[in-house]
């Protein structure tokens, strides 16, 4: 059993009307469709480990590797308040 520690990235953003909104991605799953919102930072942080752990979900049911790098991305280390990470353990 291993346990991966994802960086995300939260950044402000505008919704399509302009309003405040909040980008978050996981830069080692973004080509997979690891990227979502929200209104809120915490609504962005909360989509974007719903979204982490689906993709991982669907890569163990498809038999496929879960990525192990790149080495900023992704780890198994003490998790940082001050760099957003999404551990999950398969």
Known sequence: MKTYNFK???EP???FDGNPAWF???PA???I???TSGRTREEALHNINEVVRMIV???IE???PVPEGPEDSVEVEEVSPERPRIA???
């Open 62 to 64: 498809e038999g496929k």
């Open 88 to 90: 999950v353990t398969v």
């Open 8 to 10: 995300v990235v939260i």
């Open 57 to 59: 979900d669907g890569l």
């Open 33 to 35: 469709g690891g990227a």
């Open 24 to 26: 978050a991605h996981c």
């Open 13 to 15: 953003d505008q919704d």
């Open 29 to 31: 799953l973004e080509s």
